[in-house]
């Protein structure tokens, strides 16, 4: 039997253990709410805003050849609204796609879309096991695009 100061310094590794990985935790957490707010900034930032047909035509056009580029599957389908590209069978390989919208008032938005397998986890959306390398394709690729294709307006 464990008497009091044994039962006591047996505890306190396990409780430092316990305190350490809920530190760890929030840690994380916290890096992980960080990352995605740099992501939802990139994701803003690839996006084309145009309202000149000839202009819209021109930014679609070199959408597809940025999709085409840097996605490593080829593109699967395309309509005015939509590239699109398959998923890879790879974990950590970022795929892209691209949307385009025009609103009633006829001003035209095109935006970049990518995602990742094993970016999030399956069980509570949080970062999953490939999180930080996928995170760092999407916004390197999402800030290329709106400086090559943005840029190209």
């Not at 039962?7 to 316990?18: D, G």
């Not at 992501?39 to 803003?44: C, D, G, H, S």
């Not at 202009?55 to 959408?63: E, R």
């Not at 939509?82 to 949307?99: K, L, S």
């Amino acid at each position: 039997m464990i008497h009091g100061s044994r039962l006591r310094r047996a505890l306190v590794p396990v409780l430092l253990t316990a305190l350490l990985a809920a530190c760890a935790t929030d840690a994380s957490r916290e890096a992980f709410r960080h990352t995605e707010t740099g992501l939802e900034a990139a994701r803003e930032q690839a996006v084309i805003h145009c309202a000149a047909p000839g202009d819209c035509a021109q930014a679609w056009s070199h959408a597809r050849a940025f999709v085409q580029l840097h996605s490593p599957t080829r593109i699967e389908r395309v309509t005015d609204e939509t590239i699109e590209t398959r998923m890879p069978h790879e974990f950590g390989v970022a795929y892209f796609w691209a949307v385009r919208e025009t609103a009633a008032d006829g001003a035209t938005t095109v935006r970049l879309k990518g995602m990742c397998r094993g970016m999030y986890s399956s069980f509570d959306n949080g970062p999953g096991w490939l999180y930080r390398s996928c995170a760092a394709q999407l916004r390197d690729t999402q800030l290329e695009f709106a400086h090559e294709v943005g840029g190209a307006q």
